[in-house]
T-cell receptor
Framework: GAVVSQHPSRVICKSGTSVKIECRSL??????MFWYRQFPKQSLMLMAT?????????EQGVEKDKFLINHASLTLSTLTVTSAHPEDSSFYIC?????????????FGSGTQLSVL | QQQVKQSPQSLIVQKGGIPIINCAYE??????FPWYQQFPGKGPALLIA?????SEKKEGRFTISFNKSAKQFSLHIMDSQPGDSATYFC???????????FGQGTRLTINP
């Protein structure tokens, strides 16, 4: 299957700082990427849809000014957690949509464990 | 109506057994049903997916059974191995793989 690379895999930061997470599609172009949040032993919660060259679409209840998304190229989307606080500590996962003709598949990155002290 | 209900929450099976994980949905507009496997600290990996025009799909040891009238689908793992121990998520999508709705997940343990 297609490969989605997410970096970093783990980050520890102080409260009040900003953290950037990168998501790259390595062997395909992705006009659409998604960002999820996952709490321990829980399902994936969609945070936002990232479209190349346009503004991201955020799900209800997700603060767009806190979770900045940039999708500047067909292979890269970034999520910046601004002024992080301990309650932002979570596992963040990106995914990228691989379209081949009318066939679509969603591939995930390996996730980023964010710990805010 | 957008929910996907997954059961059981956890499952323990002996090696060689056939674990079965079930999912149910309400939205009849869903037309894409994938299953993902997730190991601790990793992102989900696509295992197998089905569309509602078929009732069953096999890929290796993994089989999806789909019942359109009941709005249910299930994952069967044949000849299960300890390496299959992971969390499995079903999902449903409308118009393809965009904006998938995920089930709650099933923690599967295969005992040696």
């Amino acid at each position: 299957g297609a490969v989605v690379s997410q970096h970093p895999s783990r980050v520890i930061c102080k409260s009040g700082t900003s953290v950037k997470i990168e998501c790259r599609s390595l062997d395909f172009q992705a006009t659409t990427m998604f960002w999820y949040r996952q709490f321990p032993k829980q399902s994936l919660m969609l945070m936002a849809t990232s479209n190349e060259g346009s503004k991201a679409t955020y799900e209800q209840g997700v603060e767009k000014d806190k979770f900045l998304i940039n999708h500047a190229s067909l292979t890269l989307s970034t999520l910046t957690v601004t002024s992080a606080h301990p309650e932002d500590s979570s596992f963040y996962i990106c995914s990228a949509l691989d379209r081949v003709g009318t066939n679509e598949k969603l591939f995930f990155g390996s996730g980023t464990q964010l710990s805010v002290l | 109506q957008q929910q996907v209900k997954q059961s059981p929450q956890s499952l323990i099976v002996q090696k060689g057994g056939i674990p079965i994980i079930n999912c149910a949905y309400e939205n009849t507009a869903f037309d894409y049903f994938p299953w993902y496997q997730q190991f601790p600290g990793k992102g989900p990996a696509l295992l197998i997916a089905i569309r509602p025009d078929v009732s069953e799909k096999k890929e290796g040891r993994f089989t999806i059974s789909f019942n359109k009238s009941a709005k249910q689908f299930s994952l069967h793992i044949m000849d299960s191995q300890p390496g299959d121990s992971a969390t499995y998520f079903c999902a449903a999508g409308q118009g393809g793989a965009q904006k998938l709705v995920f089930g709650q997940g099933t923690r599967l343990t295969i005992n040696p």
